[in-house]
């Protein structure tokens, strides 16, 4: 006979126990002391490769490594360095997790377009934007490389201009049109070993890591290929037609460079006992746009230090840089700029145009 239900109480309750054991969860993640760090050079399908450089009695080696859940949707991009537990021998099958992320430096961020809030991370830990473009075979496309600029400054990295073909055209006057900016540039035509161009870039890229970006076709390919002969970065041609180059490299790579006998970079010559004196390069998949919408104007200006402090001392709150009210024009009137200061101040606002998106060339 059934019992009554006035007399159950709460030991008549059946329990569940806890599939997944009786330990509380807790927000505490473990904080992998032991893990080694590396420096990621390619991603590919949810693997990440990267190099540990040689400790504890272990040489240097490349390690295999998933993402560890832990991370969440943190992008891992070629540059970060990250801390690894797991198969860190360099074995053919081992497979490490990656579980930290690094301190960056550097962050190189692009949109989808001007209008898209959304940031891609490109590379990290990169302290020069190597833009490179072709004099000819296709026509260079300065919108695209004042754009570049923008990035670098934003991300606060040096520069550098590299013009290719120079044997089809030359680059006077276009050089002629960043003259007031300052940028380093190299002009590049046969790459073989031992020219004039390729030994300049070499000191200009040694001790650095330099990203290499620019659209299809002008010759970056072949660019790491004579700087990094093992490399071995497929290259294209220009379609006759449209004037565009065929998307040859489809992922970033990170390269160290080989060390040179005899190179120097500002008088001292470089030390070939250190691995990573010779500098690093990342190739780039040709990019045909650069949105710039996460870009904020004072991070240009902070570039031009003899404008800055007039647009501190005078222009409105908000001021764009590039309207009536502005107060540059002035304090450039003034010589507070020093000679030059007109050329510096139109640099300036044909930057800013290119981060807005209007067509200034």
């Not at 990250?82 to 430096?105: F, K, N, Y």
């Not at 201009?161 to 960043?178: H, N």
């Not at 300036?348 to 060339?361: K, P, Q, V």
Request: hydrophobic share 35%; net charge negative; charged share 30%.
């Amino acid at each position: 006979m059934g019992r009554a239900a006035s007399s159950w109480d709460e030991r008549d309750v059946r329990v569940r126990p806890n599939r997944r054991g009786t330990r509380p969860r807790t927000k505490d993640r473990p904080k992998h002391e032991d893990a080694v760090v590396g420096r990621v050079t390619a991603v590919d399908r949810g693997r990440w490769t990267t190099l540990v450089p040689a400790g504890d009695g272990l040489p240097e080696r490349v390690v295999i490594a998933m993402r560890a859940r832990e991370l969440g949707r943190s992008p891992v991009v070629v540059g970060d360095r990250v801390a690894m537990v797991g198969d860190t021998s360099g074995q053919p099958d081992g497979l490490a997790r990656i579980v930290r992320i690094e301190e960056r430096a550097t962050v190189l961020r692009r949109t989808a377009d001007d209008t898209d809030p959304f940031e891609r991370v490109i590379v990290a830990n990169a302290d020069q934007l190597v833009v490179v473009a072709a004099l000819a075979d296709p026509e260079p496309r300065p919108r695209l490389i004042d754009r570049c600029l923008v990035a670098a400054y934003d991300a606060g990295m040096d520069p550098l201009l590299v013009l290719t073909k120079s044997d089809l055209a030359s680059g006077e006057d276009f050089l002629a049109q960043y003259a007031p900016l300052n940028v380093p540039h190299v002009v590049t035509s046969v790459l073989t070993e031992g020219s004039e161009g390729l030994t300049e870039l070499r000191r200009r890229l040694a001790g650095r890591v330099s990203v290499l970006v620019g659209h299809s076709g002008v010759g970056k390919s072949t660019l790491v290929n004579a700087l990094c002969p093992d490399a071995d970065r497929a290259t294209g041609h220009v379609n006759d037609v449209t004037g565009r180059g065929r998307h040859t490299s489809t992922s970033a790579l990170g390269l160290r460079l080989p060390a040179v006998d005899g190179l120097e970079i500002d008088g001292r010559e470089i030390d070939l006992d250190d691995p990573d004196a010779p500098g690093w390069i990342i190739d780039t998949p040709g990019i045909r746009s650069f949105g710039l919408a996460h870009v904020q104007p004072d991070h240009i200006i902070r570039h031009f230090p003899e404008l800055a402090e007039g647009a501190d001392a005078g222009c409105p709150r908000g001021c764009t840089h590039d309207e009536p009210d502005c107060a540059l024009d002035a304090w450039v009137a003034a010589g507070h700029a020093g000679t030059g200061g007109e050329q510096r101040l139109d640099s300036l606002r044909r930057l800013l145009r290119a981060r807005s998106g209007e067509d200034t060339h």
